[in-house]
């Protein structure tokens, strides 16, 4: 199974300032199709997984442009650029490249 | 807009059974995958179980392989979880997740429905 990890674990930042969130997996997301199928999820408080980000890159319906992906490989990053009160909760970053799909730990994020 | 609503979580006896639904609304349910994710209480996402949208391929985790059944009907736009033999360990919050080829994963997800596996 691939494995993925995230740093920090915990992460209280002050609001409007930015934040960032690495993921790393244990091997290549590289897809045979070409594709790099990792995406990133926010958790708030109380309520279900929300897809933040598909591919690396690309944000789901509705996602704010303060939300952004980047990176290849086996190393990403989720980046927000000023910080929101809504934006508090659990990120977790996901592989959808080879079954089973696996999740990282959770980066809980905080205001400070 | 997607509306993915589970039910029939409850409390169960170890060794008993339990079945999972999730009534999918807003979508072409016949057209998409779709999965089970779990999360233990305080803990993390735990991925269950993946089925085709015509139901001819599904994949599970290890850890509830060959104990838990993903099924759909899509006339009644409706997925399963049939889960047997549960354990302690397998006590958490089921959400099922409409799956995309766009996305590769799972993209909507619903409420969730807890399941506790208690004596």
């Known amino acids: 199974d691939i494995v993925m990890t995230q740093t920090p674990l915990s992460s209280p930042v002050t609001l409007g300032q930015p934040a960032s969130i690495s993921c790393r997996s244990s091997q290549s997301l590289v897809h045979s199709d070409g594709n790099t199928y990792l995406s990133w999820l926010q958790q708030r408080p109380g309520q279900p997984p929300r897809l933040l980000i598909y591919k690396i890159s690309n944000r789901f319906s509705g996602v704010p442009d303060r939300f952004s992906g980047s990176g290849a490989g086996t190393d990403f990053t989720l980046k927000i650029s000023r910080v929101e009160a809504e934006d508090v909760g659990v990120y977790y970053c996901?592989?959808?490249?080879?079954?089973?799909?696996?999740f990282g730990p959770g980066t809980k994020v905080d205001i400070k | 807009q997607v509306q993915l609503v589970e039910s029939g979580g409850g409390v169960v006896q170890p060794g008993r059974s339990l079945r999972l639904s999730c009534a999918a609304s807003g979508f072409t349910f016949s057209s998409y995958g779709m999965h089970w994710v779990r999360q233990a209480p305080g803990k993390g996402l735990e991925w269950v179980a993946v089925?085709?949208?015509?139901?001819?391929?599904?994949y599970y985790a290890d850890s509830v392989k060959g104990r838990f059944t993903i099924s759909r009907d899509n006339s009644k736009n409706t997925l399963y979880l049939q889960m047997n033999s549960l354990r302690a360990e397998d006590t958490a919050v089921y959400y099922c997740?409409?799956?995309?080829?766009?996305?590769?994963?799972?993209?909507?997800w619903g409420q969730g429905t807890l399941v506790t596996v208690s004596s």
């Open positions: 997740a409409k799956g995309s080829l766009g996305t590769g994963g799972p993209g909507e």
């Open positions: 089925i085709s949208y015509d139901g001819s391929n599904k």
């Open positions: 996901m592989q959808a490249t080879q079954l089973p799909f696996t």
